[in-house]
Antibody
């Protein structure tokens, strides 16, 4: 069974770049069968989709975040990463990585990581 | 893009049934919606996808038969029968919209289910 684990700094200063990695185990990230995504949840609020990536490099980003987001895949390490630039306190959230059910970005997110809390503060 | 509206809270007694509702904004009655369960302190877990014809595809891994879905008009329902303590969770609905550079996945605000 596939497992996903987020990792990265828990504290980021305003205006800096938030960088997280999602390590995938129990399956190959370079399988043509899946997209991989990032989702966040501000404290006490609902989920917000950030973006998704295919192992070949095709990406989809939330239009509200597109100017600040980069998602990439590292097939050699079997992981994928999120970079969010120019962060503010509004970016404080639990960040989740997840797998789409198929090789279409339209498929459901069927496996999720445990999440990692990132706080933006000086 | 659609707006998904969920009541912030719901409650049900142990062993009873409850139906949670996710309402799509006007004009999006043909959209499918995904239901996710999020237990306290955990990542979300896929429950199932629902359209106007009912379930689309398969349930998520380990989702018991007590969980079922229905779709009607702008509403997408998740019903839980014989509620157990382990069902106490936040339940989120989500939907896809658009394509290409305009693609976006949106979520409702979530419903917190309390088991009495």
């Amino acid at each position: 069974q596939v497992q996903l684990q987020e990792s990265g700094p828990g504290l980021v200063k305003p205006s800096e770049t938030l960088s997280l990695t999602c390590t995938v185990s129990g399956g190959s990230i370079s399988s043509s069968s899946y997209y991989w995504g990032w989702i966040r949840q501000p404290p006490g609020k609902g989920l917000e989709w950030i973006g998704s990536v295919y192992y070949g490099g095709t990406t989809y980003y939330n239009p509200s975040l597109r100017s600040r987001v980069t998602i990439s895949v590292d097939t050699s390490n079997n992981d994928f990463s999120l970079n969010l630039s120019s962060v503010t306190a509004a970016d404080t959230a639990v960040y989740y990585c997840a797998r789409h059910h198929s090789g279409s970005v339209l498929s459901e997110l069927d496996y999720w990581g445990q999440g990692t809390l990132v706080t933006v503060s000086s | 893009q659609p707006v998904l509206t969920q009541p912030p809270s719901a409650s049900a007694s142990l062993g009873a049934s409850v139906t949670l509702t996710c309402t799509l904004s006007s004009g999006y009655s043909n959209y499918k919606v995904d239901w996710y369960q999020q237990r306290p302190g955990k990542g979300p877990r896929f429950v199932m996808r629902v359209g106007t014809g009912g379930i689309v595809g398969s349930k998520g891994d380990g989702i018991p038969d007590r969980f079922s879905v229905l779709g009607s008009g702008l509403n997408r329902y998740l019903t839980i029968k014989n509620i157990q303590e382990e069902d106490e969770s936040d339940y989120h609905c989500g939907a896809d919209h658009g394509g290409g550079s305009n693609f976006v996945r949106v979520f409702g605000g979530g419903t917190k289910l309390t088991v009495l």
